[in-house]
């Protein structure tokens, strides 16, 4: 059973303009124990789509639809108390900017600790011991002193790992990291993704990284979802993905990697690169295929009618009118 | 630490000498003769020229000063002109009613005014946010004597629930104590409340918007928590500024509430001195609230230390 199922999920905000539909069509789902890498370019929704699945998009301005089943249950219409008590429990998140993700006027041995004083129930001197122990599991150094440090006293590297053992403290089901390495130095990286394989390794969490550098992807996700205006437009195995691209999109992206580089040592040039052409306004409603401005293969039928996302071989899955075409290719 | 309170504590002496050269030039700022505005229109020049003698007028403006300040600093600040009493005498005297007015009324609004603006950051934009900006911009915009007068004829004339005017000391009892206290401190509450929450709205609105305050829901912290502890501690350096400056407005206030609710405290004491001409009632107290402004803020500036582990001694 998968742990985590979300089917065309939607997320709008209301503005002034209109809806923004951060959100359009979303659907994937995440076996226990599994990495999944959501790539696409920035706006794509990737932090959407994260934050409404922990439903965190408060101020009463988003909306989302559709469905979204965490082991069995129905997040969407969860009550807010239930819905505290899966966040930072059995969801945990790692947001990209350890700078500013820790509160600064509290210990960080206290923000770990708060956790797993709300969710398990420990005593403040057992929900210390365990901090410790986190600590020392995501290697930080001298945690017995550290544990009484504030984060401005910390490296970015340390401040993140800090999140992660703030994270993981609960032992989550499922974590979701929003590009958590994206500020770090390229070292720093490796040694924090390597300790998430790690720890997944020893906890079993499934992983959500969202991400848009492919040389990370190839490292540490089985699958990969790639995320064009919202929408979920090709899913399959990281190998696949990378040999087989299907949609238009991925094919665009591959091959601006493949003509930069996307070794883990160049970060700057194993981002995803812009593909020629406007990405739609997330203000209008799009009657066919979103990709349609920029895409070579574009027809008729691909600006009146979206195509839907399906699987056209076991464990690949795209949302393309063309495949045929590419597949006979 | 203790190194840093001593800078800071040296660091108010020019402002110190400054307020003091100021509350002693208040005797010559006054237009004519002071002995003689001082002894009144019957008087003989005998007497004004006694007068001039007991305010050391016939020497220069320097020496005086400095001789003032001598005796300030040694806790001396003179003799009234009416009642012939040591001012620091007639001070002590009345400081239990101001103490106790400005305390509670600090208490008041700080309970009051920091969860009205922490639950309108909450609610930016909805009728719970709008409703708390109207009662700050009215407590801000009435005179503290409109209100006074009209609580004491609401619960006190009207409902007979508390007495009208006066003062109980604490010593015969906290229950008359604060029957007595209650109206004016509310009174006085006003404008320091609707400053208060106001600041605290603004600042909460900016810490709200922060990314460790998504974290904080992220671990599955109810609104209380998130808001009480994460996002207070945070907004709380510049609710602290404006709890210190406000200070000012409160001795200002007080001196109206004791009047309006005829309290026999500091307020009440410059008040008559200023109708009577007793210049040196009139600078013991203007130094006494000046010396406490300054005091008060600088504790404030200590207390960014325990707030923000940022701040550097
Ligand atoms: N709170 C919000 N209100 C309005 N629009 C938002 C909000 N959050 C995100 N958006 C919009 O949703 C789109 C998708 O954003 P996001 O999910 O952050 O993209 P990314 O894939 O880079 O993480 C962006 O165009 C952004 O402007
Ligand atoms: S549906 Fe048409 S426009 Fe969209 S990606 Fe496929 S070929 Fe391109
Ligand atoms: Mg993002």
Excluded at chain 1, 101 to 120: C, Y
Excluded at chain 1, 247 to 276: C, F, M, V
């Amino acid at each position: 059973m998968p742990i985590l199922n979300v089917s065309e999920l939607r997320t709008h905000f209301r503005g002034e303009r209109g809806p923004v539909r951060a959100v359009e069509n979303v659907s994937f789902t995440l076996e226990s124990g599994e990495t999944i890498a959501i790539v696409g370019e920035s706006g794509s929704g990737k932090s959407v789509t994260s934050l409404s699945i922990m439903r965190l998009l408060a101020g009463g301005r988003a909306r989302s639809s559709g469905r979204i089943e965490f082991l069995g249950r129905d997040i969407l219409s969860l009550g807010e108390a239930e819905m505290r008590k899966i966040r930072g429990n059995e969801i945990g998140m790692i947001f990209q900017e350890p700078m500013t993700s820790l509160n600064p006027v509290l210990t960080i041995g206290r923000q770990i600790a708060e956790t797993l004083i709300l969710h398990q129930h420990l005593s403040r001197a057992q929900a210390r011991a365990r901090a410790i122990e986190m600590l020392r599991l995501v290697d930080i150094p001298a945690a017995e002193q550290r544990i009484d440090e504030y984060p401005h006293q910390l490296s970015g590297g340390m401040r993140q790992r800090v999140m992660i053992a703030m994270a993981l403290a609960c032992e989550p089901k499922l974590l979701i990291a929003d590009e958590p390495t994206t500020a770090l130095d390229v070292t720093i990286q490796a040694q924090v993704l390597e300790l998430m394989a790690d720890l997944q390794k020893r906890t079993g969490t499934a992983i959500i990284l969202i991400t848009h550098d492919l040389g990370v992807v190839a490292d540490v996700a089985d699958r990969v979802i790639v995320m064009y205006a919202g929408r979920t437009v090709e899913e399959a195995t990281t190998k696949d993905l990378f040999l087989h691209p299907l949609h238009p999109y991925t094919r665009g992206l591959l091959a601006t990697i493949a003509k930069l580089g996307s070794s883990l040592d160049d970060n700057a040039a194993s981002r995803l690169t812009e593909i020629p052409g406007q990405v739609p306004s997330l203000h209008e409603s799009i009657p066919g295929c979103a990709f349609a401005s920029r895409c070579p293969l574009v027809t008729d039928l691909c600006r009146h009618t979206a195509p839907s996302f399906e699987a056209v071989e076991p464990d690949h899955k795209v949302a393309c009118h063309h495949v045929e075409r590419r597949l006979q290719a | 630490m203790l190194t840093f309170v001593c800078r800071r504590l040296l660091s108010t002496i020019p402002v110190m000498l400054f307020i003091a050269l100021f509350v002693f030039s208040l005797l010559y700022l006054a237009p004519g003769d002071p002995a003689a505005l001082i002894a009144g229109d019957q008087a003989s020049q005998t007497e004004i020229d006694a007068i001039r003698v007991t305010l050391g007028l016939d020497q220069p403006f320097y020496i005086r000063f400095v001789g003032w300040l001598g005796h300030a600093l040694r806790g001396d600040l003179g003799v009234s002109i009416f009642s012939q009493l040591p001012v620091t005498t007639l001070i002590g005297q009345r400081l239990e009613p101001t103490l106790s007015l400005m305390l509670l009324t600090v208490i008041i609004s700080v309970c009051i005014a920091v969860p009205m603006g922490v639950l309108a950051a909450a609610n930016q934009g909805r009728w719970i946010d709008r409703i708390v900006m109207a009662v700050a911009v009215f407590g801000f915009s009435v005179p503290v004597f409109v209100v006074g007068y009209l609580l004491s004829w609401v619960f006190a004339i009207r409902l007979d629930l508390l007495p009208v005017q006066g003062y109980t000391p604490l010593a015969e009892g906290f229950a008359p104590f604060l029957a007595n206290l209650i109206l004016p401190a509310i009174a006085l509450s006003c404008v320091y409340i609707a400053l208060i929450a106001r600041i605290t709205r603004t600042s909460m609105i900016d810490v709200l918007s922060q990314d460790y305050i998504r974290t904080a829901r992220a671990k599955g912290l109810g609104q209380g928590p998130v808001l009480f502890i994460h996002a207070l501690k945070n907004a709380s350096v510049p609710i602290v500024t404006v709890i210190g400056i406000g200070i000012a407005l409160l001795i200002g206030g007080a001196v109206v509430t004791e009047t309006v609710f005829a309290i026999p405290g500091v307020g009440r004491l410059v008040v008559d001195a200023i109708l009577r001409r007793d210049y040196p009632v009139i600078q013991g107290v203007v130094l006494l609230f000046s010396v406490a402004y300054v005091l008060i803020n600088l504790a404030i500036d200590l207390l960014y230390t325990v707030l923000d582990p940022r701040v550097r001694y």
